[in-house]
């Protein structure tokens, strides 16, 4: 693992244990065992840090719910792999999926940096708008699209993460198509 890995890996586990505030730069740089010349060698600030794990993160997720995409698929089917591929990406990354979500939800993030790290999960964007333009979806904002799918993907993972519901294949599958049923067209 390179410098710059550690100190992402040790910035993720510090914000996953004590939150944004309390991780400090002089904590991570204890925690991870690199100089404190060495963190500021790769990035400028705290801010630039987090910014950074992130869109690396941002990028992860993305590769993520694209993989294994089948052009034969039909358009639900996709949408059905898709979700799985999200959900399966945030429940065997649980510290990835904590950071995501609290960081995209917190005031920390700039909004130009949530537009610039769309680009990694553009795929998914595109998939949804083409949805929309082929009458397959119901004619929303695709931001609200987005939203409402990765909504449900999020609190049935923050649901399974808490231990409050019983993650089986029929309650997968029923998820995802009550996520389907939500935008499409009838």
Same mark, same amino acid.
């Given at each position: 693992?390179?410098k ?5 890996t040790?910035?993720l586990e &510090?914000?996953?244990e004590?939150?944004?505030h309390?991780?400090s730069?002089? @904590?991570?740089i204890? =925690? ?9 060698h790769?990035?400028?600030?705290k801010?630039?840090?987090i910014?950074?794990?992130y ?6 997720? !993305? =590769?993520?719910?694209v993989?294994n995409i ?13 979700w799985?591929? &999200?959900f399966?990406?945030?429940?065997d ?9 609290d ?5 920390f ?15 998914a964007?595109?998939?949804?708008i083409?949805g929309?333009?082929?009458g ?8 609200f699209? /987005?939203n409402?799918?990765? !909504? ?8 399974? @993460?808490?231990?409050? /519901?019983? @993650?089986? $294949?029929e309650? &997968? $599958?029923?998820?995802i198509?009550s996520?389907w049923d939500?935008?499409k067209i009838?």
């Amino acid at each position: 693992m390179s410098k710059r890995e550690q100190i992402l890996t040790t910035t993720l586990e &510090l914000v996953s244990e004590i939150g944004f505030h309390a991780t400090s730069v002089s @904590l991570i740089i204890k =925690k991870s065992g690199v100089a404190a010349g060495t963190i500021y060698h790769h990035f400028k600030n705290k801010e630039d840090l987090i910014d950074t794990l992130y869109s690396e993160l941002k990028k992860e997720m !993305g =590769k993520a719910i694209v993989q294994n995409i089948d052009e034969q698929l039909n358009y639900k089917e996709k949408f059905f792999l898709i979700w799985k591929n &999200l959900f399966t990406f945030y429940l065997d990354n649980p510290k990835k999926f904590d950071f995501l979500e609290d960081y995209a939800n917190s005031p920390f993030v700039r909004k130009e940096i949530k537009e610039i790290n769309q680009r990694h999960y553009q795929a998914a964007i595109d998939f949804i708008i083409s949805g929309v333009e082929m009458g397959i979806l119901r004619n929303l904002p695709t931001d609200f699209l /987005i939203n409402l799918i990765f !909504g449900n993907v999020s609190t049935l993972v923050r649901m399974i @993460l808490m231990e409050e /519901i019983q @993650l089986s $294949e029929e309650l &997968l $599958e029923n998820a995802i198509q009550s996520s389907w049923d939500s935008i499409k067209i009838n």
